[in-house]
């Protein structure tokens, strides 16, 4: 379903609007969350301009701006609170938060402190709470899920930060959280009866790359999709299966070497001699496991190395980044903008950003009129036109749908 328009069998309709969208921007996110707002103001306008919509003059339905005036107040002793300056009664809130931007520092009596993820989560549950009873329904939009690198269980007793803070919010009554390409989807298997919407940034991403290097050749005698270890195999094979493009992995195994066992990383699938590469993981964390992979893949011979991750965190900083780019080991690293990205980043000749911000607004804009968003989140279809047009010797670039 391109567009919040359905046929009844008797008459076309449009879907009615649960409630006025209403924005909240809760991190360092501001920027990023006004542009959601200022497409999503420009589609409606254009969708309320069209014959039969009977709900574009409805209060709230098409404004130039849907952010709500909030403020998020930190007391130097560390303390905060959440301060709603307007009315929300009746709204269907959006909250927008990013865990981890870290360019945000407040005065404490013992000296400055950088906000912190565990900043972030408890400032978002001031928000919800006080939205709570308020306002008519409160959405979250996550896209790096907190806490949720969790995968195994080891031999000693943890935290289950992840699920608590699911469970938390179900209870104080989020009716949709959605978070981008999560490390592991069992997640939601702690708060079954909450709606979690996982949408993919594999289309935005690869079509992003493709129309900055159009030289790449996506069939399979040119080029590869590698995922660096086993744990990544099933975001990887999205990618290959619906490019149809081969698929090669890494597997670690341990090996006895002067008494001790230590971790090693063999190579299964075709020869990369020659080929360019798709490398494929969920998150660019210090960086290690990536360059790590590179390396072994240009030894091989492999030819040029495209890294797709959707949340590039760079904690380890650039300088091994730039280092490799300029030995020739990596042609590009391609994420996201769904969270924060510092200037020195964005300058770098080999960093590739892929704007998310029209798919942020769509998503709302489905949620708001209660559509079926799987088509949406899953990226599939999409994938699929994007690997027709380009054997056609075309890119789509833009999700654009009105």
Request: charged share 25%.
């Amino acid at each position: 379903m391109s567009d919040l328009y359905v046929n009844t069998g008797y008459k076309d309709t449009y879907l009615a609007p649960f409630g006025p969208i209403g924005i909240i921007a809760h991190t360092s996110n501001k920027a990023f969350v006004k542009q959601v707002s200022d497409v999503l103001s420009t589609k409606r306008k254009i969708r309320a301009q069209r014959p039969g919509n009977i709900y574009a003059n409805d209060p709230g339905y098409s404004r130039e701006n849907y952010l709500i005036d909030t403020e998020l107040i930190r007391f130097q002793s560390g303390e905060g609170k959440f301060s709603i300056k307007e009315s929300v009664r009746g709204h269907d809130i959006y909250v927008i938060t990013d865990v981890l931007s870290h360019n945000m520092d407040v005065r404490l009596v013992d000296g400055s402190h950088v906000i912190s993820p565990d900043d972030q989560y408890m400032d978002l549950l001031r928000i919800v709470s006080a939205l709570k009873g308020k306002a008519k329904r409160i959405n979250v939009i996550m896209p790096f899920v907190y806490e949720g690198r969790r995968e195994k269980l080891d031999s000693h007793r943890e935290s289950y930060d992840c699920a608590d803070m699911l469970k938390k919010l179900y209870k104080l009554g989020v009716a949709n959280l959605i978070v981008f390409d999560p490390h592991d989807a069992r997640i939601a298997n702690a708060v079954p009866l909450m709606s979690i919407e996982m949408p993919r940034c594999q289309f935005k991403m690869t079509s992003t790359l493709l129309n900055k290097f159009g030289s790449i050749k996506m069939d399979k005698d040119s080029t590869l999709v590698v995922s660096p270890d086993e744990t990544g195999i099933s975001r990887a094979i999205f990618y290959s299966s619906h490019l149809n493009l081969p698929l090669s992995f890494f597997y670690r195994y341990y090996h006895n070497q002067d008494g001790k066992v230590v971790k090693g990383f063999k190579y299964l699938g075709d020869d990369v001699a020659g080929k360019d590469i798709l490398l494929i993981d969920d998150m660019l964390n210090s960086g290690e496991t990536m360059l790590r992979t590179a390396t072994k893949l240009k030894s091989n011979g492999a030819k040029d190395i495209y890294c797709l991750a959707p949340f590039g965190l760079f904690t380890n900083g650039l300088d091994a980044f730039d280092k490799a780019h300029m030995d020739g080991l990596i042609k590009c690293i391609c994420t996201t903008n769904l969270i924060y990205a510092p200037d020195e980043l964005k300058a770098r000749e080999w960093y590739l950003s892929a704007d998310m911000i029209p798919y942020v607004a769509r998503i709302i804009d489905a949620l708001n009129s209660d559509e079926s968003v799987y088509d949406l989140i899953n990226s599939t279809a999409r994938l699929q036109d994007l690997a027709s047009q380009i054997r056609l010797g075309e890119v789509f670039d833009e999700f654009n749908e009105v």
